[in-house]
């Protein structure tokens, strides 16, 4: 017997082996850093496609894992002392994994510290600031007449990247080595082009993110992470 076997959202998501980490996620900037983090430590997973739809994300299946109803979430059948981890929020995820495996963040010292503020720069930031920036410059937002709300998140894109274009001087890596922090970070940064937003924040003004991004994403692992799970063809 294990965790999967009566987990409600088996039924809709059935394991293809239930001694491995199951990935539930969808390639959105949030979805991937889950995805490489496992392709970059090299841990044995399934991954499961949930789309962004309610018919996925708010079925009672789904929301018996996560009921913030958000990918991507995970459970792993063998965490710490052998008991079963379930997780959603992929800051969470990220951490957990690294601990434990023991890489892509120092186990202990400042180092640790460094990764571990990168990373809630993103979460608390990056994320939420572009996302919103992406609603009123290519969603719905868009056809609000009042332009304070657009050009409230374009200046805060603009106020990160300048952040990160300073902290990136001279470094390959935002904290020191590759890490969870560059995991959670870049595919944030992908996501300008996608919102149609690179020119309004000034990307070809600067020059350590974007050769920050083209180094991410040369990784192999990236690359085969950020198309995992495939998406629907």
Request: charged share 25%.
């Amino acid at each position: 017997m294990t965790i999967l076997t009566d987990h409600p959202i088996t039924k809709r998501w059935p394991p293809v082996r239930d001694n491995v980490i199951q990935l539930y996620a969808f390639p959105t900037p949030n979805g991937v850093k889950a995805s490489i983090a496992l392709e970059e430590l090299g841990l044995d997973y399934d991954p499961h496609l949930v789309t962004l739809a309610d018919a996925d994300v708010k079925s009672p299946e789904f929301l018996s894992l996560n009921p913030n109803n958000k990918i991507p979430a995970i459970i792993d059948p063998n965490g710490p002392g052998g008991e079963p981890v379930e997780l959603w929020e992929s800051g969470a995820i990220l951490i957990y994994l690294a601990e434990k495996t023991g890489k892509l963040m120092p186990t202990s010292g400042a180092g640790k510290y460094e990764v571990l503020k990168w990373l809630m720069f993103q979460m608390g930031g990056v994320g939420p600031m572009f996302g919103q920036m992406g609603f009123f410059v290519k969603f719905a937002g868009s056809e609000i007449e009042d332009p304070r709300p657009r050009e409230r998140y374009v200046n805060e894109g603009k106020r990160l990247l300048a952040v990160l274009e300073g902290a990136m001087e001279g470094k390959d890596w935002i904290a020191g080595e590759y890490s969870i922090a560059d995991i959670a970070i870049v595919p944030w940064l992908r996501a300008l082009d996608f919102y149609g937003a690179k020119e309004l924040v000034g990307w070809d003004d600067l020059k350590n993110v974007p050769a920050y991004f083209d180094r991410f994403y040369d990784r192999p692992a990236v690359q085969k992470g950020m198309n995992t799970p495939a998406r629907p063809t």
